[in-house]
């Protein structure tokens, strides 16, 4: 069982920087690869970018590429969403989630948290 829980999202202007944060708890995190969604109103649920078990590869979506960073601390449990360059179609809410397999599809993931807020403004 593995619970996740997001920090960081909020407010930030078109240009901006935001870190988001997934605190993980259960021992076994080390053996999930992780992954960042994100949902807009009245959107489908989409990937942005995930990473495996080591963090030593790393997949993004087109739309974030170049932009969004993604990393992990296995020793913290946590995983991290570093966003830059922000634009108002990153607007969204945000989720982290757990899989056993490498994916970009959302069924594949075990766990989810509960999401949170990324507004940017223009």
């Known amino acids: 069982q593995v619970q996740l829980v997001e920090s960081g999202g909020g407010l930030v202007q078109a240009g901006g920087s935001l870190r988001l944060s997934c605190a993980a708890s259960?021992?076994?995190?080390?053996?999930?690869?992780m992954a960042w969604f994100r949902q807009a109103p009245g959107k489908e649920r989409e990937f942005v970018a995930r990473?495996?078990?080591?963090?030593?590869?790393?997949y993004y979506a087109d739309s974030v590429k170049g932009r969004f960073t993604i990393s992990r601390d296995n020793a913290k449990n946590t995983v991290y969403l570093q966003m830059s360059s922000l634009k108002p179609e990153d607007t969204a809410v945000y989720y982290c989630?757990?899989?056993?397999?490498?994916?970009?599809?959302?069924?594949?993931?075990?766990?989810w948290g509960q999401g949170t807020q990324v507004t940017v403004s223009s």
């Open positions: 989630a757990a899989s056993r397999v490498t994916t970009t599809k959302d069924q594949g993931y075990d766990y």
């Open positions: 990473i495996n078990w080591s963090g030593s590869s790393t």
């Open positions: 259960g021992r076994t995190f080390g053996g999930y690869h």
